[in-house]
């Protein structure tokens, strides 16, 4: 018989054959989740204490950085790689005009 596993489990749904064995028992067959691995953002702190599927990581933008000015949860997808995420550098906008400053 084939086994096929679910979406963020061995490598997407990668098929495994099982058989009935003399002992009138099917082989073992596993599905372990896929692992994402180091969740790693640049100009950030993040921690995933879980990296497999469907594991969830929070990140948080340095200082002088925003993605929306918080900390955000970030999730292990099917596919094994994190969901995207960037920090992006603070914008203040156009330079003030200041009397008589340059």
Known sequence: ?????SSGYTANGATQI??????ATWSSVSCP?????AL??????????NTNYPGVGVVTCN???TANGASRNVSCLPSGKWETFT???????????VAQGT
């Open 87 to 97: 920090c992006s550098p603070v914008d203040c906008g156009r330079s003030l005009t």
């Open 63 to 65: 200082p002088g950085y």
């Open 1 to 5: 018989a084939t086994i096929t596993c």
């Open 40 to 49: 790693v953002v640049a100009n950030a702190v993040s921690v995933a204490p």
């Open 18 to 23: 099982i058989t009935c064995q003399a002992t």
């Open 33 to 37: 989740a896929v692992d994402c691995m």
